[in-house]
């Protein structure tokens, strides 16, 4: 039987499972999927041994992601550019492989929600300066953004953040966040403000044209309050539900040798389970 993990400390709260049990379960794969716990202090023994524990590979998530990047013995060029690792898989030699499927599962899910988001080449607004908003960048960049507006509450974490990545990310100061949306044509959250138990994103839409696209990455709950302002003034809006599918789909291809698809039926599933927990 194929194993693959999630490896998080804590772990509980991981999604992956349900997302690839449904998916061992809907192929008909002798494959399993589980949830490892994994002390920062041994996080490095931990993945030099996956083999030994009896896996192909795994998801890594926080506070694994640069650890795991560190772990890799060939990492790819999205995992290098994001600077952390999501998706581990060993290869036949033994290799452990790493790489980022954050920026690919945020794209995709916009690429078919929006697939105009870059229409005009209108700047894109990105709010935040954490890990998330480090994939996304990448990912925006990678697709032709040709001008990133990035804002975050603190300052110096956006200034960081933009000089890795060149000329066409600027830092908007936190304040000056509402008057920066004019003229954008796709808006990202990317904090976790708007998450169940914290707070909305204070953040003022009047000036963001009506025909932007507003994106954001929490998905819990499904439409935030960021995005049901969006709706209610006519923007279209990109839940984080789909990345959260999408990044999924990668590894579960390289663990059991079927490339998943993301449905609307595993949306279904996938939300439904998120309601109920
Ligand atoms: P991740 O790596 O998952 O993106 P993170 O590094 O904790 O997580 O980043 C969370 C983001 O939410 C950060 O951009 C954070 O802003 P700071 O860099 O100023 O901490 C943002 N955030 C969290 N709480 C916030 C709040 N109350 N107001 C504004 N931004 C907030």
């Known amino acids: 039987m194929k194993r693959a993990c999630v490896i998080g400390w804590p772990v509980a709260h991981s999604r992956s499972p349900v997302i690839h049990r449904y998916w061992l379960k809907l192929y008909g794969l002798d494959g399993a999927y589980e949830m490892e716990a994994v002390r920062p202090e041994e996080i490095e023994d931990f993945l030099h041994s996956l083999g030994q524990w009896g896996y192909k590979g795994a998801n890594v998530t926080l506070p694994h992601k640069e650890a795991a990047l560190a772990a890799a013995d060939r990492p790819d060029e999205a995992a290098t550019a994001i600077g952390a690792a999501n998706t581990l898989w060993l290869d036949a ?87 920066a949306l004019a003229g954008c044509g796709l808006l990202v959250n990317a904090t976790s403000l708007g998450m169940t138990g914290k707070p909305p994103l204070d953040l003022d839409l009047s000036a963001l044209p009506k025909d932007a696209t507003v994106a954001d990455i929490v998905y819990s709950p499904l439409e935030t309050p960021l995005l049901a302002a969006a709706k209610a003034r006519g923007n279209r809006i990109v839940d984080g539900l789909g990345t959260l599918l999408h990044q999924a789909a990668p590894g579960f291809e390289r663990w059991f040798g079927v490339r998943p698809e993301v449905t609307p039926e595993l949306r279904a599933y996938v939300a439904a389970h998120l309601g109920a927990s």
């Open 93 to 179: 030699k033994g290799l452990l492989h790493a790489s980022n499927t954050d920026a690919y599962g945020f794209m995709t899910h916009l690429a078919a929600e929006a697939p105009d988001w870059n229409k005009g080449s209108r700047p894109v607004m990105v709010l935040g300066a954490g890990g998330a908003a480090r994939a996304i960048l990448h990912g925006l960049l990678e697709a032709g953004a040709s001008k990133i507006l990035l804002a975050n509450r603190t300052g110096g974490r956006a200034e960081a953040l933009a000089q890795g990545f060149g000329s066409r990310v600027s830092v908007v100061p936190w304040e000056d966040r509402n008057r």
